[in-house]
């Protein structure tokens, strides 16, 4: 592609456009349901995983659908169909991490001398592949509070080709209005990408907002069952796919075929999941929020009023099973926090079915440097949480008991007797 050839922002499209589709069933959870299925005369009803590498050709002028999985196939090809159709968009582009999917993403667009514009409350592994890997191409990045839509518009360049950002933001769930943030992208000429990863397309439509690409690690909530690492990039735009298409073919960087099915099997459900989840999510923040060793929780729906009306209008009815909080005395009290509980599983990840607990200092955002974590609230004593489809009752109890242990004076003192566990605030 040549410079004059670049693909220029187009902004949220109708719900058919560049889509071949005879009757859209626009219901997520109909889509997940059927994802990967297929719908004709004797196709099987779950899609099978072709684990072959080639394919067979008739012919130098075969015109097969595959040819090489490098390239494309048919069991990746299925679960694209399927991403693709939750918003309203021709078929995504997987890859086989979320990372790969923004490497391939910024491959795509930027060369030497470009400009990105990045919020600078983002996953680390964004952080450290703009700040360490496209520095070093030629690439330059601003960081900026893509919350103040103000602040991204005094840092466009005529040079800006890309603005990413991610709402709700990992970890500190800062909310972006996608909306207007796509307007002053657009307005410079810059294409707009949202990582979408915390509440996928089943909670949030970036491309009904004007955004230009969704981006996610299906790895997390789509999936749902950390079995299979996964990305996908979805647009409406058939250059930008076609793009995309090209150097995942160029750098092969496809997901493989076994981790396509399972992530589809993980999709079915992924509505029914989310909301459950979500639920549970939203109970857990209302108790950490009225626990006094509680400094700081974060939630999108315990935001200020304008973050908070930011939710209730780009959010499809839940928000997300992420909820973030602090108690005082920093690491060693979250280290302490960290050894006490039981039914969260301590590690570097989030979107399970199981109850997660991440320290981002010093694993997801170990990377970015310290002045750069201050400054957006990822402080040594946050802790991520990822709530899963547990009784809601029983985390808290886990958390009430785990937060008294870490917060205690001595060392010697007694530990938290398990009791029976508390009433969701909300659902009492």
């Known amino acids: ?3 004059t050839d670049r693909i220029e922002p187009r902004g949220a499209l109708a719900p058919h456009d560049n889509v071949a589709c005879s009757a859209w069933p626009v219901n997520a959870d109909t889509l997940c349901a059927r994802a990967g299925q297929g719908q004709h005369d004797g196709d099987p009803l779950v899609t099978p995983i072709v684990q072959s590498t080639t394919f067979c050709c008739a012919g130098l002028d075969s015109r097969a659908p595959h040819a090489y999985s490098r390239v494309s196939n048919p069991t990746v090809d299925a679960l694209e169909r399927a991403l693709g159709a939750i918003e309203q968009a021709p078929p995504a582009v997987a890859f086989a991490s979320g990372l790969a999917a923004e490497a391939a993403l910024f491959f795509a667009l930027l060369r030497s001398g470009d400009h990105v514009i990045c919020g600078q409350a983002v996953y680390g592994g964004t952080t450290r592949l703009l700040q360490q890997v496209l520095s070093g191409l030629g690439v330059e990045t601003t960081f900026v509070d893509s919350t103040r839509a103000p602040d991204v518009a005094a840092a466009l360049r005529p040079n800006t080709r890309l603005v990413f950002i991610e709402t709700p933001a990992n970890p500190t769930l800062d909310l972006t209005d996608i909306q207007t943030v796509a307007r002053v992208a657009h307005h410079g000429q810059a294409l707009l990408a949202v990582d979408n990863t915390f509440l996928t397309g089943v ?6 907002c004007g955004a230009d690409l969704s981006v996610y690690s299906t790895t997390k909530f789509i999936d749902g069952h950390s079995a299979a690492l996964g ?8 250059r930008l796919l076609e793009r995309l ?5 160029c750098t092969g960087g496809i997901q493989t075929p076994l981790n396509a ?3 589809a099997q993980g999709l079915k459900t992924l509505p029914l999941r989310l909301r459950r989840q979500s639920e549970n999510a939203q109970c857990v ?3 950490l929020a009225a626990r006094p060793e509680v400094t700081r929780v974060l939630y999108p729906m315990l935001r200020p009023h304008a973050e908070a009306a930011i939710a209730r209008r780009q959010h499809l009815g839940h928000h997300g099973a992420v909820v973030s909080f602090e108690l005082a005395g920093g690491r060693e009290t979250a280290q302490r926090l960290l050894g006490h509980v039981r039914l969260f599983r301590f590690v570097e990840h989030v979107g399970s079915v199981e109850s997660l607990i991440t320290h981002p200092a010093t694993m997801t955002h170990a990377d970015v440097p310290p002045r750069q974590r201050a400054r957006v609230g990822v402080t040594d004593g946050l802790v991520r949480l990822s709530i899963g489809l547990e009784d809601p009752a029983d985390l808290i109890a886990d958390l009430s008991c785990a937060i008294q242990a870490a917060t ?11 009791r029976e566990a508390e009433p969701c605030p909300t659902r009492a």
Do not use: Y
């Not at 205690?408 to 398990?418: D, F, H, L, Q």
């Open 285 to 287: 923040a209302e108790w």
């Open 203 to 208: 909670l949030q439509r970036p491309l009904d």
């Open 408 to 418: 205690v004076e001595t060392s010697n003192a007694t530990p938290c007797e398990r």
């Open 1 to 3: 592609m040549n410079r």
């Open 261 to 263: 099915w399972l992530t």
């Open 231 to 238: 990305g996908a990039i979805v647009a409406r735009d058939e």
């Open 245 to 249: 298409r090209f150097i995942r073919k």
